[in-house]
């Protein structure tokens, strides 16, 4: 049952020869085919590959919004049945709750009963993540006065409150501006740096995988398959700075090389699909 | 100061540029100036009416029809307009039905409706509970079917159950659905009155205005249409603050 032994973390995620299958009208739709790998304690697993080839179906899977067609998808050797709130979950669309203000929205999980604790706690969690998050001047704002970055940082805060081991990104910070988008990967790492997570992040942009994982899955286009499984060689803390690392480089060429790949590989199989019909 | 006069005036201004189109009809004789009777006479009847023959009581009549066809009628609508704008299937069942009986005009119904409730009072409140519910399951159903399912999921990884779920996002989620299907079903009940006392009413402004007609009292049925739309307006204009108070979250410009 366990992986074997190589000493390390202990593995706790396994994705076990999965498949999923979508109904379609032109017959069932393979979105994902026999995808193995392991997340252990601690990792943070980058998962690139071209747009709309099953990516996002491995971490809804995971998150337990979709159940595998075949395979498991374990969570510590228990196969997931849904979601659950050890996993938090940050979607590309924030997600903010638009009828609460910035303090309801991190206090929204504290007052569920799966996460209950008493108002004094509560009040100290959603402070010290308003604080973390730069968002103690807005506190008592609705999310319609914020901005793009600071929804995200907002529904980041939301998702840590409850105090999840996993994170699961999907692509997070698509929608925000270069800069914005750079200044949230940096505070991500700085908040991964305080309190440790498991992290499966979906991305489409090479640079932020590597800048970010410590392993990145590179999967085909449609249906996802693992084309390969690579070690980031940086440790944490990271700044900036290893964007000019020469090994940065030669890892960056070479994930883009598999993307572009199957991006192509992906473009062949829409051209007859977007004729017929 | 300034602007509070500013205010003033361009809310004055549209009802203003009314009394005078009213006038010039008259003056300019387009029409027999014995059909169209002045505003200063229309105000005169109002007086009279308001203090010999108890006006106040015609609208407070038709102000509490409107009132509770409204209230009965959304509160009905409410849930069966959540169900079926949440439940695929139930749209699909529902909305063919919903559809036929909402395009019926409640005034082709008032002969079965005396023959089913009589002519009294729950004639009357039958046919404004009908325009008020299928006004109300429309909004609600399209306004519910609109959600966003985004959110539900995001409450569900934060570990809520599904009673949590309903009663911490779906609701509020659901609150200006409801205000908006009040102010419909309020507009639509008003629009509906003078049909629903056709039913024998012997008091309320649709009666009033039926009256007036069969003796041709032409300014009598102006003031009875300026009350309806004065009421109707101020009711209109307290949901509107009610809905300020209750969703200053959402993103409207000037909100």
């Not at chain 2, 006038?23 to 009847?45: C, F, Q, S």
Request: glycine share 8%; hydrophobic share 50%.
């Amino acid at each position: 049952m366990s992986a074997p032994v190589v000493g390390g973390p202990p593995v706790r995620v396994r994705f076990e020869n999965v498949s999923l299958e979508f109904g379609s009208p032109r017959g069932p739709l393979r979105v994902v085919e026999d995808v193995s790998y392991d997340i252990r304690e601690g990792d943070f697993v980058a998962v690139i590959g071209p747009s709309g080839c099953g990516k996002t179906t491995m971490m809804n899977m995971l998150a337990g919004f979709q159940a595998p067609t075949s395979g498991r998808v374990l969570l510590d050797g228990t196969p997931i049945s849904g979601p659950g709130p050890e996993r938090g979950v940050i979607f590309q669309e924030y997600g903010v709750f638009p009828w609460l203000t910035v303090e309801e929205n991190i206090a929204f999980g504290l007052k569920l009963r799966a996460n209950r604790v008493p108002a004094g706690e509560r009040r100290e969690i959603v402070r010290r993540y308003l604080d973390l998050m730069g968002l103690s001047a807005f506190a008592q704002a609705y999310p319609k006065h914020l901005s793009g970055g600071m929804r995200q940082r907002l529904a980041i805060a939301r998702a840590y409150a409850v105090k999840p081991q996993f994170l699961l990104m999907d692509e997070p910070f698509g929608a925000l501006d270069a800069q914005t988008r750079s200044n949230m990967q940096n505070l991500l790492l700085d908040i991964l740096a305080v309190e440790r997570k498991t992290v499966m992040l979906i991305t489409h942009s090479v640079e932020e995988a590597i800048y970010l994982a410590s392993r990145i899955v590179v999967v085909t286009a449609r249906p996802a398959r693992i084309r390969e499984i690579v070690d980031v060689p940086f440790g944490y803390p990271r700044d900036e700075a290893i964007h000019e690392r020469p090994e940065f480089g030669e890892l960056r060429s070479h994930i883009r090389d598999l993307v572009m790949d199957e991006y192509r590989a992906q473009q062949d199989q829409a051209r007859p699909v977007s004729f017929s019909d | 100061m300034a602007g509070l006069l500013r205010r003033i005036g361009l809310v004055a201004a549209p009802w203003l540029a009314i009394l005078a189109a009213w006038y010039a009809v008259r003056w300019t004789g387009l029409v027999n100036a014995a059909l169209v009777p002045p505003p200063h006479l229309v105000a005169e009847r109002f007086v009279d009416l308001l203090l010999t023959k108890g006006l106040l009581q015609d609208i407070a009549v038709s102000t509490r029809r409107v009132f509770i066809g409204v209230a009965v009628g959304v509160a009905l609508a409410v849930p069966v307009g959540f169900l079926i704008g949440w439940f695929r299937t139930a749209r699909a069942l529902a909305d063919p039905v919903i559809n036929f009986f909402r395009a019926l005009p409640p005034i082709a119904l008032i002969p079965l409706v005396i023959v089913y409730f009589g002519v009294d009072e729950p004639a009357k409140l039958v046919i404004l509970i009908y325009a008020s519910f299928f006004a109300g399951v429309i909004v609600m159903s399209e306004g519910v079917a609109q959600t966003n399912p985004l959110f539900v999921r995001v409450a569900r990884t934060l570990g809520a159950s599904p009673g949590e779920v309903f009663g911490k996002v779906i609701v509020p989620l659901t609150v200006p659905h409801i205000l908006t299907a009040l102010r419909v079903a309020l507009g639509v009940s008003w629009a509906t009155l003078v049909a629903s006392e056709l039913v024998a009413a012997q008091r309320g402004l649709g009666a009033m205005i039926q009256n007036a007609s069969t003796y041709f009292l032409l300014d009598v049925i102006y003031v009875g249409i300026i009350c309806i739309g004065l009421v109707a307006l101020f009711m209109d204009m307290a949901l509107r603050r009610l809905s300020g108070r209750f969703l200053a979250w959402q993103d409207r410009s000037g909100a």
